[in-house]
């Protein structure tokens, strides 16, 4: 089976209450924190597609599209 | 005329009732002196493919009829005084989620274990007050098997026409009592069924948004709809919520269903009222003993009259001030401290004039011991 | 998002803390329920009171959020008047083990085709942070605050006890295991419960000086270990992982169709 390749990580913003874990489980540190905190890709070039920052999301708030 | 008659219990007569009504499910736990009704439902609820279980305490009872009756069953659970008192938050949380269901308490001498194998009427004020916060209860009750079948057909017509919890409110007396019960034949006796929702699919079905006239039509749940059910302040969708107006208007609606329709619910017998100088007011067992020493009395020339109440909650308050508006004196007989009595007092014009008769030491009242009462009332000494 | 079919996403962001375990075993159920493909109108969520219980006003299934304690009484109900349907209880500690023990061990005893869900944050959160039958020796909590002196049960060994056909336990670190587990107590046919470590920062972990969200997941990654690894026999303190119970036992629903048939009542 081919790798996926990552699309997007779709945020939802309004849902992200900035706990950090995203950013801090993330194999390749593609998630940062912003100004505001709330988690932001900065690196998905990075991005292997994992999926653990979605899995391991309290607030359901990451999605990590691939390419089909 | 029908052909099926019993020489039965009370409390079998109940269980009899209920499969008439359309019973299909029960939970309950071992109790005296209602474990009878447990014992005929084991038996019977299989024979016709319903369910019976046995749970664990009667706080797992009243909550498997919720969840039963959720799924568009009707159900019931039967107690006795402990029991009761454990049901009390369940209860409390069906009048709240509008979940019908039917609960009896053959009542037993109280407080605590009391007198198990003895009889009482002293869960009355519980019926109605026994959970916290506000709210209104149907409370029903019966002196003979043959209307303990009747009223616990009514009690299920109540419970899923106000889609409420209905207590009926027997006595040890009346669940062990044998007597002829005539079993009617299917339709003659009126059956209330569940009124469902006619929105076939889509958000427009609110669970908790009534109708014009007041009722809610349910959704199964395993059906089209999947909404929520809580017992928290709740939207019209089951969802929780703090807002003022939401919040008194549920309230409001939890309490008006019942109030409002006082007239529909209430049932009762009036035996030589007409002229009746001395009211008797009794419900349940007690009014057996009421009944003689109207008949007898009335053989020589006394003018008594008796007023049995079948229905408690929402106490008819109307009708006892227009039924006791005539009387010179009015006897409240029961088997507690005093707790119709209050009720009575509070529907009359002349309260000085109700008096209790009763008994609370677990022996059932006897036609003497209420004339020996009315002798005291009537200034004629012991 | 799939997630995002099964939720009521009207009622996003939750009412759970920053770093709440809670949202992750939410998450995960949900990939879980995903993967089996079921309808969503097969399904009935029950829970009671507490943080973990208000998971059911989240899920776009046919839920019902009773009373503190008594979820798997009611759900006991909805399964035995409609077997078919599928039910998952999520309870937190103190609704499943204190107030909700006795339900608890007697649905296990009866093996009823459900899933219990105890989302393990040893601490009663939604009351702000007083122990709970979880919280262990030596915790401190708001109402133990020399040290607590209650010893904390073992739930796998209670649920064994009590006669749970499925039990198994994982953590909100976790998540494969998490899902797979959900996934296979829900397919089980018979009582299955799923203890799920769920960290709770705000109260165990600020009282317990465990630090933050972050901190507490990596502590279950330290403090834990798949069934008998070679690291449990180096280190018999670290927590147990996996299934430990999966047996076929008379499930109750099913033998009360043959009560229904002793009984002539079969259609």
């Not at chain 2, 309950?28 to 319903?50: D, F, W």
Request: aromatic content about 8%; hydrophobic content about 40%; proline content about 4%.
């Amino acid at each position: 089976m081919a790798k996926p390749k990552l699309k997007e990580h779709r945020i939802e913003r309004d849902w992200c209450k900035g706990c950090g874990v995203c950013v801090h489980f993330c194999p390749k540190k593609v998630l940062e924190m912003d100004e505001s905190e709330k988690a932001v890709a900065v690196r998905p070039e990075d991005c292997i597609a994992c999926k653990l920052c979605e899995y391991r999301c309290p607030d359901l708030a990451i999605e990590v599209i691939t390419e089909s | 005329m029908s052909e099926n008659i019993k020489f039965i219990q009370g409390n079998e007569a109940c269980v009899e009732a209920a499969l008439y009504g359309g019973l299909d499910f029960y939970a309950g736990y071992p109790i005296t002196p209602s474990t009878e009704i447990a014992e005929h439902m084991a038996v019977r609820l299989p024979q016709i493919g319903g369910k019976f279980i046995q749970m664990e305490d009667e706080i797992a009872s009243i909550a498997a009829i919720i969840g039963a009756s959720l799924t568009g069953h009707k159900v019931m659970t039967a107690t006795s005084g402990p029991g009761f008192s454990l049901m009390q938050e369940g209860l409390g949380y069906a009048v709240m989620a509008e979940i019908p269901c039917v609960i009896v308490n053959v009542q037993r001498g109280g407080p605590s274990t009391g007198l198990p194998t003895n009889v009482g009427q002293g869960d009355v004020m519980q019926a109605q007050w026994g959970s916290h916060g506000d709210y209104s209860i149907v409370a029903i009750t019966a002196s003979n098997n043959q209307d303990v079948f009747n009223m616990t057909v009514h009690a299920f017509n109540i419970a899923e026409t106000y889609r409420t919890p209905v207590i009926l409110l027997f006595d040890e007396v009346i669940g062990h009592m044998r007597e002829r019960v005539d079993i009617p034949e299917k339709g003659e006796i009126n059956l209330v069924e569940r009124l469902k929702t006619q929105i076939k699919t889509g958000v427009d079905f609110h669970p908790y948004l009534p109708r014009e006239d007041g009722r809610l039509p349910m959704s199964d749940f395993g059906g089209v709809h999947r909404y929520n059910v809580t017992g928290l302040a709740h939207d019209m969708w089951g969802f929780p919520t703090n807002d003022p107006q939401i919040v008194h208007g549920l309230l409001r609606h939890l309490v008006d269903k019942i109030n409002n329709n006082v007239q529909e619910i209430t049932r009762y017998k009036e035996y030589c009222m007409d002229d009746a100088e001395l009211v008797l007011v009794s419900y349940g067992s007690t009014a057996r003993s009421a009944l003689h020493v109207v008949n007898n009395r009335r053989k020589r020339g006394e003018r008594l009259g008796l007023l049995e109440l079948q229905t408690l909650w929402p106490f008819p308050y109307s009708l006892v001030k227009e039924k006791c508006a005539k009387a010179s004196y009015i006897g409240v007989v029961e088997l507690n401290m005093g707790q119709v009595v209050q009720l009575v007092r509070n529907a009359v014009d002349k309260p000085e004039r109700v008096f209790l008769i009763n008994r609370i030491d677990g022996v059932f009242i006897s036609p003497t011991d209420i004339r020996n009462t009315l002798r005291v009332i009537q200034g004629k000494g012991m | 998002m799939a997630v995002r079919d099964y939720i009521r996403d009207r009622f996003f962001p939750h009412m759970w803390c920053p770093g709440c375990g809670h949202g992750i075993v939410l998450n995960n159920m949900l990939r879980a329920i995903e993967t089996l493909e079921l309808s969503k109108n097969d399904i009935v969520m029950v829970s009671g009171i507490g943080c973990s219980s208000r998971i059911s006003g989240y899920v776009d299934f046919h839920t019902l959020h009773t009373i503190h304690g008594r979820a798997l009484a009611f759900a006991t109900g909805v399964k035995m008047s409609r077997p078919e349907l599928t039910l998952i209880v999520p309870m937190g500690d103190g609704d499943a083990l204190a107030i909700g023990g006795n339900h608890f061990i007697h649905a296990a005893r009866r093996n009823i085709d459900m899933t219990a869900i105890i989302m393990n944050n040893r601490i009663y959160g939604m009351t702000g942070g007083q122990y709970s039958p979880l919280s262990g020796y030596g915790a401190r909590a708001s109402t133990a605050p020399y040290m607590n002196i209650d010893q904390d049960f073992d739930v796998v060994q209670l649920s064994k006890a009590a006669g749970a056909t499925f039990v198994a336990r994982s953590t909100t670190y976790h998540v494969q295991q998490m899902t797979d587990i959900i996934r296979q107590a829900i397919s089980h046919k018979g009582f299955s419960v799923v203890e799920i470590l769920s960290q709770c920062p705000t109260y165990f972990g600020r009282q317990n000086k465990l630090g933050t969200a972050v901190d507490m997941m990596t502590r279950y990654k330290d403090t834990t270990t798949p069934i008998g690894s070679k690291a449990k026999k180096q280190n018999p303190d670290l927590i147990e992982r996996g299934i430990f119970v999966q047996k076929e036992m008379p499930e109750y629903c099913t033998e009360y169709e043959k009560v229904i048939e002793r009984a002539g009542g079969g259609a």
